[in-house]
C-alpha cells in the first residue's frame, strides 16, 4: 500500500509541477462557465403537446388541429387539468401543455402554454412556433408558465453540459496522454516491472485525475450556484453519486484509449474523434437529440454523455427523484463496465 501511495503522489506531484495544465484544466472550466451561454440552437420538430381542455368545442378544435397540423407539434393526449400536464412534463412524457379556458369558445380567448423550461432556448422556440401558429386565430390572447426556469437563463442548459463535456475530458484524454508519454519515454515498462502489481500502477496514475475531476465538478457547481444563479434542486448527494460513475467510466474510457495508442499524438486524435467531437455533436449539449436525422439519433444513442447530461438537468433543474434518472443510471453503469472490461483485456494482452 505504501508502494502505490508513493506511485499517487509522484503521479500528483508531476501534474502539479506542469503549470500549464493546471491552467488549462481549471482555466477551461470557469471560461466556458461564463462564455457558453450563446449556444448555438436549431429548430426543433415533434414538440410532444398536451391538450387541456374541460371541453373540446368547436374552436378549441379548430386551434388543437391547426397545432396538430404545422411540422412542430405531436398532439400526444388530451386532459382535463393543467396539473396532469404538468405531471406529464415532469415525468418526461410531454414537452408542452396547452390549456383552454373553460369559456373559450365564447370569449375567443384563454390560452395558456405550459413548457419545461430545463431548456430554455428550446423552451423559448417552443413558445414562439406555438404563438405563431395560433396568431391566426382573432382574438385569442396566449400566455405562458415556464416551469423549472422561469427566467429563462441560459446557464439552467450549459452548465449540466459543461460538467458532461470536462469530465470526461479530464479524465479520459488526460489519462490516457499520461499513460502514452511514459510508453514514449521508455519508463513504462520500467514500472511494470516494479514490485507494485501493474494494474495498481495505473491505477495510481489514475487517481490524481480523479480528484482533479471532483476539483472541477465541485468548481462548476459553485460557480453555477453563486456566480450564475442556478439552483440546486435535486439531491446533491445523488448529484456527486451520478458524477462519480460517470468519471469512473471516462476513467476506463482513457485506460483503453492508452492501451490502444502509441504516441501522445495518436491518444490526442483517439480522444478527439472518440470524445470531443461526438460530446459536442451528438449529446444533447449544443443541439437538441430530437431534431437531428433518425440515424444521428441512432448514433447517440452510444454517445455516454447523453445520459449524463439528461440526469443532471433533471436533478439539477427539474429537481426531480433519483427514481426518474434510474434509465440513466443503468445506461452509464453499463457502459463503465463494458469500457473496463475491455481496458483490463486489452491491457493483459500487452502484458503477455
Known sequence: MKQFISFVIKEAKHILRDKRTMLILFGIPVVLMLLFGFAITTDVKNVRTVVVTSQMDH????????????????????????????????????????????????????????????????????????????????GSMVNSKMLYNPQMKSAYNFVPAIMGMLLILVCAMMTSI???????????????VSPVRPLMVIIAKAVPYLVLAFAILITILLMARYVLGVPLQGSIAWILA??????????????????????QLVALLLSAMVLLMPVLMLSGMMFPIESMPKILQWISIVIPPRYYIEAMRKLMIMGVGVGEVMKEIAVLAGFTTFFLILALMKFNTRLE
Open 59 to 138: 374552436l378549441t378544435q379548430a386551434a388543437v388541429e391547426r397545432l396538430a397540423q404545422s411540422e412542430y407539434f405531436t398532439i400526444t393526449q388530451t386532459v382535463s387539468t393543467p396539473q396532469e400536464a404538468e405531471r406529464l412534463i415532469r415525468s418526461q412524457k410531454a414537452d408542452m401543455g396547452m390549456v383552454f379556458s373553460h369559456d373559450f369558445a365564447s370569449k375567443k380567448d384563454g390560452i395558456q402554454l405550459i413548457v419545461d423550461g430545463s431548456e430554455p432556448n428550446m423552451a423559448t422556440q417552443w413558445t414562439n412556433y406555438a404563438q405563431g401558429v395560433l396568431a391566426n386565430m382573432q
Open 178 to 192: 499520461s499513460i502514452v508519454r511514459e510508453k514514449e519515454k521508455g519508463t513504462m515498462e520500467v514500472l511494470l
Open 242 to 263: 451520478i458524477s462519480t460513475l460517470y468519471i469512473l467510466l471516462a476513467l476506463s474510457l482513457g485506460l483503453l484509449i492508452s492501451n490502444i495508442a502509441q504516441t
